[in-house]
């Protein structure tokens, strides 16, 4: 292993010299198929991961389910205090952690940490709400009786997470699980099981010390029959999956099917409108990171950009710099704004991309081409051009324009009306994050209310890409309409009840019926 791989790995106390357990139930155990993690900026295989095999899988949800129904009772503010020692714990290893996200998803070193931020962030925001997570007093129309609306455990919750968000879309789903009472059983991407084993080693550890099963936060490896195990197991209460739009698909269909409870979060599509009056100063840069940023591997990566007639020239000469001035390199050298994508396969799809574009005529204003002259070890990585298209026309129901790909191709349209930019906006399946270039109040009116953007992240001078934790996180139509992290999201994770409370010495019932002669 080179070096930078041994120190980052031995720093979490992961030894890659022999294949390592990626099942953990309370205990670590692994023996299916071997799943391989390879560094995306040099393809060298940093480990081998022992997956879960389907009885390991049977076996981590009874042992979630026998976890749940010790951690229900468990009170509240004490599962809060847990979850502020895994805070610590997690806090402690936030440098060494957010180099493990550089080293095997590829994302650069700030991202990288900023992400285990992320964790730490959601963490902290469920310490508070486990006191906080309030039912209500309903006013009952009944003389002498009262109904609460209670929030309970509601069971096993499983996880299903993408690649590129290898460790804060389980910490936004674990902090509120956690919070809730459930037991979480996390079946992350195949392609960074190192990143899930480093969290659940952190995670565990402060169980374990405070006598909670560990299968409170159980971790099954694997790929896709790990994952439909896990979805089709009506031991899980609910499904929150963070994926494509194609495997959501399936997933949603089958959790309904069960009538479990899923929470989807699928792929974005995401605009950028720039209006003639915007501050370009701020625009250009923030589209420059929402385009490019993470090698345009975000669910709310900047896809589309729509100026205004006036601005083209200007904006697209400065933007095109920008791009030009990108050097790709090792995202764990602090230096460097652009790692590499995370795959092999994503590089194909790039290249496809690129293709469908030039034979649809558009024209490549910057990229389009791979990088040829890296040197070694970078020439092994998967590395390419950020890329400024313009199509022909802009139709959005095109693949061109309705379809995700989830590399750094950005397409550019032309608007004379605000309208005509919020039609584009919304006319394609997905709905995850938006983004409005304006100084004009008038405009920010009709951007965020009822003839604006349909997404459920809506900005003004914000780019679309990079959120808080704070507020609900997710998007609508074909993004799959879940809500995580802040707001409301919590309520999703516990079973409610509505309990009428009769305190006389009458039984009446509701809307005055009556059962007597
Ligand atoms: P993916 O859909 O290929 O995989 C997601 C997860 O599903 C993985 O854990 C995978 O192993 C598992 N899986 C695959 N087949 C399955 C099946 N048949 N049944 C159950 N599970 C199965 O997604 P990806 O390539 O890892 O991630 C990229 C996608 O995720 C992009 O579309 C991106 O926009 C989206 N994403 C969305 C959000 C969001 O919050 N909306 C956040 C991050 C990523």
């Given amino acids: 292993l080179s070096s930078r791989a041994s120190t980052i790995l031995h720093a979490l106390d992961i030894r890659s010299d022999s294949e390592l357990a990626g099942v953990y139930d309370g205990e670590w155990t692994g ?45 509240a503010p004490k599962r809060g205090e847990i979850l502020r020692q895994i805070r610590e714990a997690l806090a402690a290893k936030r440098d ?4 493990l996200v550089s080293l095997e998803m590829g994302k650069i070193r700030t991202e990288g ?41 509601l069971g096993v919750v499983a996880v299903l997470s993408a690649f590129n968000f290898p460790v804060a879309v389980y910490g936004w789903n674990l902090a509120l699980s956690l919070a809730a009472g459930n037991a979480t059983l996390w079946k992350p991407a195949p392609s960074t099981p190192l990143c899930s084993i480093a969290v659940t080693k952190i995670v565990s550890s402060v169980l374990e010390k405070n006598g909670v099963p560990g299968a409170v936060a159980g971790l099954v490896t694997g790929g896709k029959v790990v994952g439909e195990a896990v979805v089709g197991s009506s031991d899980v209460d609910m499904v929150s999956f963070t994926g494509s739009e194609a495997i959501g698909r399936e997933v949603g269909k089958v959790v309904q099917s069960r009538f479990g409870k899923v929470l989807l979060e699928l792929g974005g599509n995401n605009a950028a409108i720039v209006m003639p009056d915007a501050d370009l100063n701020m625009a250009i840069p923030a589209v420059f990171f929402g385009a490019v ?16 007639s006036s601005i083209v020239q200007k904006f697209l000469s400065r933007l ?75 139709n959005v129901k095109d693949p061109v324009w309705s379809t995700e790909t989830f590399a750094p191709v950005l397409k550019v349209g032309v608007f004379d009306e605000l309208e005509q930019a919020i039609e584009w906006n919304n006319g394609v399946p997905q709905g995850l994050s938006s983004s409005l270039w304006t100084r004009d109040i008038r405009n920010v009116g009709k951007w965020i209310g009822p003839v604006g953007s349909d997404a459920g992240i809506v900005n003004v001078n914000v780019g679309t890409s990079g959120a808080e934790i704070g507020a609900a996180f997710g998007g609508n139509k074909s993004t799959g309409w879940g809500r995580e992290s802040g707001g409301d999201a919590w309520k999703q994770y516990v079973r409610w009840s509505a309990c009428t409370l009769n305190f006389s010495d009458e039984a009446p019932l509701a809307q005055g019926v009556q059962f007597s002669n």
């Fill in 31 to 75: 023996s299916g198929e071997i799943l391989e993690s390879v560094c995306p900026t040099t393809g060298e295989v940093l480990a081998r991961v022992k997956s879960a095999t389907p009885a390991e899988v049977e076996r981590a949800l009874e042992r979630s389910r026998e976890a749940y129904k010790v951690f229900r009772t468990v009170p």
């Fill in 96 to 99: 060494d952690l957010g180099a």
């Fill in 113 to 153: 940490e900023g992400e285990v931020q992320e964790f730490v962030d959601i963490v902290d925001y469920a310490v508070g709400l486990s006191r906080m997570m309030n039912g209500r007093v309903v006013a009952s129309e009944r003389p002498g009786h009262s109904i609460l609306e209670v929030p309970n455990p």
């Fill in 293 to 308: 940023g993470t090698a345009g591997q975000r669910c709310t990566s900047t896809r589309r950009l729509y100026l205004h």
């Fill in 320 to 394: 095109e710099s920008l791009y030009q001035s990108v050097r790709p390199g090792d995202p764990l050298d602090r230096s460097t704004l652009l790692g590499p994508l995370h795959t092999r396969a994503a590089v194909g799809i790039y290249h496809d991309a690129v293709d469908h574009l030039l034979k649809t005529g558009a024209e490549i204003l910057t990229g389009g081409a791979p990088y040829t002259d890296l040197p070694a070890p970078l020439n092994g990585g998967n590395f390419v051009r950020p890329t400024i298209a313009i199509p022909q026309e802009v």
